[in-house]
């Protein structure tokens, strides 16, 4: 199964035993929208309700951060999801959170794992069927793992400020790294990390929300001044855009990409850490 599907090989291979479809929209505060009230209304048959937002570290401070491989092996395996599942995430989120998902269920773990392109969006748009409530699975082994070499904490961001050993790029928008746009959650800084690269996580899709080719993602990175022969680490403001940086990138072969899931979530509240900004301190 490659890691990019369309609607039509998916409505293929709707009702494969072994086959997993997991609703992974997620919206931030300001949009408004209810993920589970609208996966109850409308969503693909069969496809689970991964709810993003109860699948974090109750006791972190920054929001969204990761859980525990236990706790996120405990949800996958009460929801029929197993370890040898074949998984196709999508969703119907403005920030495209079906990347998250990805993310996560390949650093706990999943092996076969595949995003909806376009999301649910183009299953509508091809006219096929929907379904209504909630789906149930019965429960399957989920092997608990968690492959750290994914992962950076605020320290070796701040290390590598110094180093330079891996490029730290930044998915948020363009005036929200310069620092000229306020930050939506309270008691942030404006600005960004020292040395980091802009590039906002909307610049890798179509004018119909399905990824660019792997030419135009080469391109957007490149065009960013990012060097794809060198390590990569991939933030934004709570770690869920991020996410579309590391799975544009996957989709060209790249594989040495880590996640900052702190993000400016973290970095930009600690007063103590540096940071870039076109505001006027």
């Known amino acids: 199964m490659d890691s990019l599907v369309t609607a039509e090989w998916l409505a293929n291979d709707v009702g494969a035993c072994d086959l997993r479809i997991v609703d992974a929209s997620h919206h931030l505060a300001d949009a408004a929208r209810n993920a589970r009230s609208e996966h109850e209304a409308a969503h693909i048959p069969g496809a689970l309700f991964m709810n993003l937002g109860e699948l974090v570290d109750p006791a972190a401070t920054c929001d969204n951060t990761l859980p525990s491989a236990e706790l996120f092996a405990s949800r996958m395996?009460?929801?029929?999801?197993?370890?040898?599942?074949?998984?196709?995430?999508?969703?119907?989120?403005?920030?495209?959170?079906?990347?998250?998902?990805?993310?996560?269920?390949?650093?706990?773990?999943?092996?076969?794992?595949a995003v909806l392109d376009g999301g649910l969006a183009s299953w509508k748009a091809e006219g096929r069927p929907l379904a209504s409530g909630i789906e149930t699975q019965r429960a399957r082994h989920f092997t608990v793992w968690q492959d750290s070499r994914r992962l950076r904490d605020k320290r070796?961001?701040?290390?590598?400020?110094?180093?330079?050993a891996e490029q730290l790029i930044d998915a948020r928008p363009a005036a929200r790294f310069a620092g000229s746009s306020p930050?939506?959650?309270?008691?942030?800084?404006?600005?960004h990390i020292p040395?980091?690269?802009?590039?906002?996580?909307?610049q890798l899709f179509d004018a119909n929300s399905r990824y660019l080719g792997k030419s135009a993602i080469r391109a957007a990175f490149e065009g960013a001044g990012v060097d794809l022969?060198?390590?990569v680490i991939v933030s934004c403001g709570s770690g869920l855009t991020a996410c579309v940086l590391a799975f544009a990138l996957q989709l060209i072969g790249?594989?040495?990409?880590?996640?900052?899931?702190?993000?400016?979530?973290?970095?930009?509240?600690?007063?103590?850490?540096?940071?870039v900004s076109s505001v006027p301190a």
């Open 254 to 275: 790249k594989e040495d990409v880590a996640l900052y899931d702190g993000s400016w979530a973290e970095w930009g509240a600690d007063a103590s850490m540096p940071k």
């Open 183 to 191: 930050e939506p959650r309270p008691g942030l800084a404006a600005g």
């Open 77 to 113: 395996e009460a929801l029929g999801i197993g370890t040898g599942s074949r998984i196709v995430v999508y969703d119907d989120s403005a920030i495209k959170t079906a990347a998250r998902a990805w993310y996560m269920l390949k650093m706990f773990g999943a092996q076969n794992v």
């Open 229 to 231: 022969a060198r390590p």
């Open 195 to 202: 040395g980091a690269i802009n590039l906002p996580y909307t």
């Open 156 to 164: 070796a961001v701040l290390e590598n400020i110094t180093t330079k």
